[in-house]
């Protein structure tokens, strides 16, 4: 089984834009290390989020964090209304 992988993300809140999605793979000291350094980069802008996120893929973010992620909302809200649409 692979391990957990490490994405950081950085998301501009007053341009609803991904700045950077940097994979880190396993390395979670390189990926902490990153995360801190962004975070200082970014402490005094409120619109910015810098997020660790520990999975299995970026498929998978994705769909735990699409709201960081252009179109993911849509497409999850399409494909949800699509589901019901099936059942009825």
């Known amino acids: 089984m692979a391990g957990i992988k490490n994405f950081l993300l950085v998301f501009d809140h007053s341009k609803d834009e991904l700045l950077e999605e940097l994979d880190f793979g396993e390395e979670l000291e390189l990926a ?32 735990t964090h699409a709201n960081y992620f252009p179109g993911s909302s849509q497409r999850l809200m399409h494909d949800a209304l699509n589901l019901y649409a099936s059942s009825s």
């Open 32 to 63: 902490t290390e990153a995360y801190s350094r962004l975070e200082r980069q970014y402490a005094d802008d409120r619109a910015i989020d810098v997020v660790l996120v520990g999975s299995d893929s970026i498929e998978t973010v994705k769909v």
